[in-house]
C-alpha cells in the first residue's frame, strides 16, 4: 500500500482497523493520540475510512482462497477510495466470529508452563480440530489468590495465514489479529453505559454473533444467518426481485407497513433463532455469574442492524431494553463526512479495531 500525506514511521507507530467480512471490507483508522485511558471524554478523532466489495467466490470456509482478487480490492481501495486517508501500514485484522471457536476456563492458579497446557489440553477436548491446526490465544479476565478465569480464543491456522498472507501481499505489517467480538466489545466500551452488563447482537451479511459484555466479552455465540439471509427470505416470501428485497428490508423492515406479517413471517425463522441462543447465553451467564450484575440491555451492531423494527421485535421476545449502537457516535468526525445512516452500522468492527492503542502492543 502507498500513502503520500503522512510518513509511516514516527514515534507513536499508529495502526488502523480491517475487517475482512463475507464479500467485503472495512477499514478505519483514528489518531493515535486521540486514544487514552480518559477517552469517553474525548472521542478519537477521525483520520480515515473506506469500504471495498470483492467476488465472495476468493473465499471458501473463510479461508481467502483467492488473494490476488482481495488485494486489489485493497490496493484500489486505498489508492483511489478512501475518505481521508489511511497513514501506517500497521493493520490490525478481525476475523469473522463464527470462524472461531471461543470459550471461558476457570482454572487454579498455575504457573505459566502449566496454564499453557492445561489451555491446551481444553482446546482439545472442546474444539474439533488438532492443536497444529489452530492459533489458540487466550487473556485473563479475573483473578485471585488461588484461582483465574481466562477467555480462550483459537482460529483454523489456514484462516488465519491466509488473511496474514492477504497482508504481505497488499505490503502491511499484521500487528493484530482478533475475533470481531472483541473488536465490538472495545467499541462499546466507550458507550456511556458500558458499565451496565449486556448483550451485545453483531448482525452481520451471513452470521448473528452475540456476546455478553461485563467490562469485557464473557460469553459468545453465533446463530447462522444475517443480513443477506433477510433479503433471501423476503424475495422468496413476497416473490420479488433481490434488490426490492433489500430496499423492503432497509426501508420498512418490521415496521408497520402493508406487508408486515408477510415480512415478519419471513424472517421469523432466524430471528426466533436468535432469540433461543441468547436465551441460552443468558442462562449460562447467570448460572456462571450469578445475579450480583444483572443483564439489563441489548445492544444491536453490525450492517443487518439497520432493519427497521428489529429493536422493537428483539425487546418484545427478550424483555430487555434493547437499543441500536451506531459506531460512528464514539468517534469525532468534525473533519471528515460519516457515510450515509444506511452504511454507518457495517463499520462497527473496523472502528473496534481502530481504538486499539498502539502503546499496547509497540511495547518498549
Known amino acids: 500500500m502507498k500513502t503520500t500525506k503522512t510518513p509511516n514511521f514516527y514515534h507513536d ?8 467480512g463475507h464479500g467485503s471490507m472495512k477499514v478505519m483508522q483514528v489518531a493515535a493520540d486521540t486514544l487514552s485511558s480518559s477517552v469517553k471524554q474525548r472521542k478519537p478523532r477521525l483520520i480515515g475510512y473506506g469500504f471495498a466489495a470483492f467476488d465472495t467466490a476468493s473465499q471458501k470456509d473463510g479461508v481467502i482462497t483467492q488473494p490476488e482478487i482481495v488485494a486489489k480490492a485493497a490496493l484500489d481501495l486505498f489508492r483511489q477510495n478512501l475518505v481521508g486517508d489511511i497513514t501506517t501500514k500497521r493493520v490490525a485484522i478481525a476475523i469473522p466470529a463464527y ?8 482454572l487454579p492458579n498455575l504457573k505459566s508452563k502449566e496454564l499453557n497446557e492445561a489451555i491446551q489440553l481444553e482446546a482439545e477436548q472442546y474444539i474439533p480440530l488438532a492443536l497444529n491446526e489452530l492459533c489458540l490465544d487466550y487473556e485473563i479476565i479475573r483473578q485471585t489468590n488461588d484461582s483465574l478465569e481466562l477467555f480462550m480464543a483459537a482460529t483454523p491456522r489456514n ?4 488473511y496474514l498472507d492477504l497482508a504481505r501481499i497488499v505490503g502491511l505489517e499484521t ?3 482478533e475475533p470481531t467480538l472483541g473488536a465490538l466489545g472495545r467499541l462499546f466500551s466507550l458507550d456511556s453505559q458500558s458499565d451496565v452488563p449486556a448483550i451485545i447482537i453483531n448482525l452481520g451479511s451471513v452470521s448473528s454473533d452475540i456476546s455478553i459484555f461485563d467490562r469485557q466479552v464473557l460469553v459468545t455465540g453465533t446463530v447462522q444467518g444475517g443480513g443477506e439471509d433477510f433479503t433471501q427470505s423476503i424475495k422468496e416470501k413476497l ?15 418490521l ?3 402493508k406487508k408486515q406479517s408477510e415480512i415478519k413471517e419471513a424472517l421469523s425463522p432466524i430471528l426466533q433463532e436468535i432469540v433461543k441462543e441468547i436465551r441460552r447465553m443468558v442462562r449460562y451467564y447467570g448460572e456462571r455469574y450469578g445475579a450480583d450484575r444483572a443483564l439489563e440491555q441489548v445492544i444491536t451492531m453490525g450492517g443487518g442492524a439497520n432493519m427497521p423494527g428489529l429493536d422493537e421485535y428483539l425487546t418484545e421476545a427478550l424483555h430487555l431494553a434493547v437499543r441500536h ?3 460512528w457516535q464514539y468517534i469525532d468526525t468534525k473533519r471528515l463526512p460519516p457515510p450515509d445512516m444506511s452504511d454507518r452500522p457495517m463499520y462497527s468492527s473496523a472502528a473496534g479495531l481502530s481504538l486499539v492503542n498502539p502503546g499496547e502492543i509497540f511495547k518498549p
Open 13 to 20: 507507530k499508529p495502526l488502523f482497523g480491517m475487517e475482512i
Open 99 to 106: 470462524r472461531t471457536f471461543t470459550r471461558s476456563l476457570r
Open 159 to 162: 484462516i488465519v495465514d491466509s
Open 175 to 177: 500487528v493484530l489479529i
Open 239 to 253: 416473490d420479488v426481485s433481490l434488490r426490492e428485497a433489500a430496499l423492503i428490508k432497509t426501508r420498512y423492515g
Open 255 to 257: 415496521r408497520v407497513s
Open 325 to 327: 449502537s451506531d459506531p
